[in-house]
């Protein structure tokens, strides 16, 4: 997996405040890719997944490049997103 990381020193520090390998990994990814303000900047200005539409919900697994999310519930996507 540690190929796969585009934003290493990002990943160890998300790492290090106890986040999973998968989670950080994917954010980690999306700021190599959006930069690290567009990632930071999406952190924090939503209200609980409950509240998203599956569509929403689906939107950011999408970003966030978790794999299985086109066959999954939206409490599924939830679980997935908060991993």
């Known amino acids: ?3 796969s990381i585009k934003d290493p020193e990002v990943y160890e520090a998300l790492l290090r405040e ?3 390998k998968s989670k950080a990994a ?3 990814n999306a700021a190599a ?3 690290r303000s567009a990632v930071g900047e999406r952190g924090g200005e939503s209200g609980s997944y409950e509240d998203w ?3 929403e919900l689906y939107k950011r ?6 794999e299985g999310r086109s066959e999954m519930t939206k409490d599924e996507l939830i679980e997935a997103l908060r991993d």
Do not use: P, Y
Not at 61 to 66: G, K, M, N, R, Y
């Open 1 to 3: 997996m540690a190929n």
């Open 18 to 20: 106890g986040n999973s």
């Open 26 to 28: 994917a954010i980690a």
């Open 33 to 35: 890719r959006d930069g």
């Open 53 to 55: 539409t599956k569509d």
């Open 61 to 66: 697994a999408q970003e966030l490049d978790i």
